[in-house]
Nanobody, 123 residues
Framework: QVQLVESGGGLVQAGGSLRLSCAASGRPASMYAMGWFRQVPGKEREFVAAINWSGGNTYYADSVKGRFTISRDNAKNTVYLQMNSLQPEDTAIYYC????????????????WGQGTQVTVAS
């Protein structure tokens, strides 16, 4: 089992940047593929980005492609989401998730979740 804790959220102006971190504990993060999802109240959780265990394979939602970058440092058991050119529509609670082996875009495929971190982009 793995525990996940997100950090790095906050309030930023449109066009600004934030870097989210997801620290894993309990088992080595290198055992898991990791994903970032986001959710706005009243809407379903939305896939943002995912990365495989080695960092050699990544996948992004079309809405963030070219603006967001997912990466990982297995020595630190941490996954990152660098978010650039943020827009008000990026406002959401961002969640980190983990699952064994392959990456998926469906939230139901992930076994472990963090508590989320709020990202607010002001226009």
């Amino acid at each position: 089992q793995v525990q996940l804790v997100e950090s790095g959220g906050g309030l930023v102006q449109a066009g600004g940047s934030l870097r989210l971190s997801c620290a894993a504990s309990g088992r080595p993060a290198s055992m898991y593929a990791m994903g970032w999802f986001r959710q706005v109240p009243g809407k379903e959780r939305e896939f943002v980005a995912a990365i495989n265990w080695s960092g050699g394979n990544t996948y992004y939602a079309d809405s963030v492609k070219g603006r967001f970058t997912i990466s990982r440092d297995n020595a630190k058991n941490t996954v990152y989401l660098q978010m650039n050119s943020l827009q008000p529509e990026d406002t959401a609670i961002y969640y980190c998730a983990a699952r064994p082996t392959a990456i998926y875009t469906a939230s139901a495929r992930y076994d472990y979740w963090g508590q989320g971190t709020q990202v607010t982009v002001a226009s």
